[in-house]
């Protein structure tokens, strides 16, 4: 992601691609959603709310938002909510449902399908050689 592996970027992708595929995470989405986060964390000039967790809002804006909206995003800033349910709805629905956006490109919806064709690969051969209790 950040060219820390190799100085060619195609290395870095395949390197990206083949260690999503072992940690679950398809790697052009996550690219894409890294980078994103580049941009617009921490910015105030801005109404767009990234994640909640990571984004920063002044006063005026805090206020703007409906009382519904302000609950929302201090559940999503609760610890425990933040390290235990948000990570399983980021990547096992998010990173998993490339459709859940309407903005996102054929090239993040084929790597996702293909993330997702090669776990489900995975875990029915796995089930095949090795029995249900391997999961």
Known sequence: MHGAFSR??????????????????????WRWQHLHHHVVSGRTDTTEIEHGATTYWTKQQWVSFSPRQQ??????????????????????????????????????VTGVALNNWSKSTELCLGTWLLGWPWL
């Open 8 to 29: 060619r970027s195609k290395v870095n992708t395949w390197v990206g691609r083949v260690a999503g595929a072992v940690v679950y995470v398809p790697y052009d989405k």
């Open 71 to 108: 609950y929302v995003l201090r559940l999503i800033r609760d610890p425990f909510v933040f390290f235990s349910i948000v990570p399983v709805g980021v990547f096992i629905l998010f990173f998993r449902c490339p459709r859940l956006r309407k903005s996102s490109r054929p090239d993040r």
